[in-house]
């Protein structure tokens, strides 16, 4: 042992036996326990029986095109007042909360996550393409006991069913819209065969039930380890709309997995202007896209460990058609960078019905485009 070792235990011991001379009780140090019953990641919070993960994401992409949600940006050059192109740049910040908590009643959870953004966008008001800060948006806020969830959520009518392809533009035909509030219920049979009902307020102008009865969504879905076949269904009240969807999903191999998804929706009464409010899209909260059919198709290649290919391909009845790829690497763990081409046809964009006699029912002239975008993003 060496003299500075020495030291330093007879400072410590007399620095103790100062403090209780003194009557001073020395504190105790209270240490954070791993809970891993929930998954990695998970501490109990000192003094409970709550279990309790905090993670999010970094991303920053940056694109350029005229595809979707992928909308080219145009701006007016700052000397001559020229239009013209110009990149789009975007910066997110996702905030994500797990809990987690064993009950009589069952298990008692929750999930949170909240984005904000900085970036680049044509205004409603003008082409300028602006950088600010978007407003702080709540994705989600739920708490579950059991199979009983209630809070914001995504419709289950994507969430549980699944979204369309590992690519960042899947709006190319949209497949539904999103932000609810949700009563739902979850039945897994812990046999491959699950289910759910689920209640839902909506969100927008035309999405928000302007009743005292919710929309509707019910769903199943059977998992087996060739893949997975599930079906979901929903009921739009303020339109007397229905939409449903059925998907496929098929492990070819451990290198490579499919998925196809078709949908079909009524056009209930999304014509119905009787009291002066016309839905501007013709579809209700459900069904998004064009016409009363749409179909998506895609898959994933995983090359290896670091290294994935993603394909989706869309369509519906108005002859709106999409593909998007890209290929993702991992360049350490939780760091990721994608690159993704997207090509878009747009055919006739319409309101209501199919008819073209319909007065409701516009037609836009046919237009391909193309667009990219580069993504670098930082989990934790």
């Not at 001073?24 to 954070?32: D, F, H, Q, R």
């Not at 959520?153 to 960042?168: E, K, M, Q, R, T």
């Not at 501007?280 to 896209?289: T, V």
């Not at 309101?351 to 073209?356: L, S, T």
């Amino acid at each position: 042992m060496s003299i500075k070792s020495v030291l330093g235990s007879a400072a410590a011991l007399i620095a103790v036996s100062d403090a209780r001379a003194a009557g001073t009780e020395l504190e105790s140090i209270e240490y954070v326990n791993i809970c891993d019953v929930y998954g990695s990641g998970y501490f109990y919070i000192p003094g409970t029986e709550t279990c309790l993960r905090i993670g999010g994401y970094v991303r920053s992409q940056i694109g350029l095109g005229d595809v979707g949600s992928y909308d080219g940006a145009r701006t007016f050059d700052a000397r001559t007042g020229k239009d013209q192109g110009t990149w789009w740049n975007s910066t997110r910040l996702a905030f994500k909360t797990w809990t987690g908590q064993g009950t009589e009643l069952g298990i008692l959870k929750t999930y949170t996550e909240t984005r904000l953004n900085f970036g680049t966008r044509n205004g409603l008001q003008s082409p300028q393409n602006y950088a600010f800060n978007s407003d702080i948006a709540l994705t989600f806020a739920w708490i579950q006991l059991g199979g009983l969830r209630l809070g914001k959520d995504w419709s289950a009518f994507d969430s549980f069913i699944g979204y369309a392809g590992n690519v960042l533009n899947d709006k190319i035909a949209p497949y539904g819209d999103f932000d609810t509030n949700v009563i739902q219920y979850y039945f897994d049979a812990d046999n491959g065969f699950s289910a759910v009902v689920s209640l839902e307020e909506g969100s927008g102008v035309v999405g928000t039930i302007d009743s005292y009865v919710p929309h509707f969504v019910g769903g199943a879905r059977y998992t087996q380890g060739w893949g997975a076949i599930a079906s979901v269904v929903a009921y739009d009240t303020n339109y007397d709309s229905v939409a449903g969807k059925i998907r496929i999903d098929v492990i070819v191999a451990d290198q490579l997995s499919l998925f196809g998804m078709i949908g079909y929706g009524s056009n209930g009464k999304l014509n119905d202007d009787s009291a002066n409010v016309v839905d501007a899209n013709g579809r209700g909260f459900y069904r998004q896209w064009g016409g009363n059919w749409a179909l998506w198709a895609g898959g994933t290649y995983l090359f290896d460990k670091k290294t994935s290919v993603n394909l989706r391909f869309s369509g519906d009845q108005f002859k709106n058609y999409g593909v998007a790829a890209n290929v993702v690497y991992t360049l350490v763990p939780g760091f990721t960078a994608t690159a993704e081409i997207d090509y878009d046809h747009y055919g006739n964009f319409g309101v209501g019905m199919v008819d073209p006699s319909n007065v409701n029912w516009t037609k836009a002239d046919k237009k391909d485009s193309v667009g990219g975008v580069l993504s670098f993003q930082r989990s934790f």
